[in-house]
C-alpha cells in the first residue's frame, strides 16, 4: 500500500512511519532523511540544499521529484511505501501523480496528522534523533534511558540544525501557505483522511492502524 503522511514539522510522521515500518513493512520515504544525508556527505545535492533547509524554506522541486522518482523504482517498494515529507508543494502532487501511473501504482490513504501549532515548537526543540539507526526521541515525551545515547543502538543522539525556535516559525508558514490545497486536492480524490496528533504515539498509531486496516 501507498501511503502519504501529512502535517505539521512536529506533527509525528517520522514516528508514525517506523511504526507503520515495524508492523506493516513498508519502507519509509523521507525527502528530509535523504537530503539531510546528501548534505552531510558533501554530495552536489546536498550542497544545493543546504541553504534552503537551513532558512526553512523547501527545496526545489526539481531536486525532490527526482530523488522520489529514483527511489520508488527500488525492489523494496514494490509492495508499498510510506512518502514521510513528499509531497509538499501541487508540482510535486502532480509529478508524484504521473510517477504512480507510469510504474502501474495505486495511492492507498493520505494520512493528515493533525497537531496545533502551539504543541509544535516544543516538539521540534526537544526532538533528537540516532545518527546511527535513525530512531527518533524526545528530550521530555520520549527520553532515551541514557542521556544522548539511543535505546535501540548505543549510537549517538543529535538535534537537528533545523530544529531551533527561528528556523521553525519559518518552516510552519511554509506549511501553512502549502498545505490547504494539497488537503484539497487529495480529499477530492477521496483520499485523505484526518488524524487527531495531539494523543500519545500509541494512540495515533491506533488511527493510523485503523485506516490502513480499512
Ligand atoms: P515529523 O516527522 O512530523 O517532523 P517527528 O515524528 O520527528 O515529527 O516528531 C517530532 C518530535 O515529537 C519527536 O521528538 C517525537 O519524539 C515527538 N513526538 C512524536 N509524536 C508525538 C506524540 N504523539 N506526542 C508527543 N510527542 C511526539
Ligand atoms: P523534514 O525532515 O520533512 O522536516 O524536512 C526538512 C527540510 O528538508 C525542509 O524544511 C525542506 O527544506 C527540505 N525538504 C524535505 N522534503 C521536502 C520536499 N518534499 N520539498 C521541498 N523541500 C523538502
Known amino acids: 500500500m501507498i501511503l502519504i503522511l ?3 514539522p512536529g506533527a509525528g ?11 506493516y513493512k513498508f519502507p519509509q520515504i523521507s525527502t528530509g532523511d535523504i537530503l539531510r544525508a546528501a548534505v552531510k556527505e558533501g554530495t552536489e545535492m546536498g550542497l544545493k540544499a543546504k541553504g534552503y533547509m537551513d532558512a526553512g524554506k523547501l527545496v526545489t522541486d526539481e ?8 527511489r520508488i523504482k527500488e ?21 508524484l ?21 502551539s504543541f509544535l515548537v ?10 546511527n539507526c535513525g530512531f527518533g526521541y524526545h528530550i521530555r515525551f520520549s527520553p532515551s534511558s541514557t542521556d544522548g545515547v539511543c535505546d535501540k543502538c548505543g549510537g549517538g543522539l543529535f538535534q537537528r540544525d533545523d530544529d ?7 518552516r510552519f508558514e511554509v506549511y501553512k501557505d502549502q498545505s490547504d490545497e494539497l488537503k ?3 480529499s477530492g480524490l477521496g483520499k485523505y483522511q484526518l488524524i487527531d496528533g495531539t494523543t500519545d504515539p500509541e494512540s495515533v498509531f491506533k488511527a493510523v492502524s485503523a485506516v490502513i486496516d480499512g
Open 6 to 8: 501529512l502535517g505539521p
Open 13 to 23: 510522521k517520522g514516528t508514525q512511519a517506523k511504526k507503520i515500518t515495524e508492523k
Open 63 to 70: 531536486v525532490v521529484i527526482e530523488i522520489i522518482k529514483d
Open 75 to 95: 525492489d523494496d517498494c514494490s509492495n508499498g511505501f510510506i512518502l514521510d515529507g513528499f509531497p509538499r508543494t501541487m508540482a510535486q502532487a502532480s509529478s
Open 97 to 117: 501523480g504521473d510517477m504512480l501511473k507510469e510504474n502501474g501504482m495505486e495511492l492507498g490513504h493520505v494520512l493528515d496528522i493533525s497537531v496545533d501549532e
Open 122 to 131: 516544543e516538539r521540534l526543540t526537544g526532538r533528537r534523533t540516532c545518527k
Open 164 to 170: 531551533n525556535e527561528e528556523t521553525v516559525k519559518n
Open 184 to 186: 484539497s486536492f487529495y
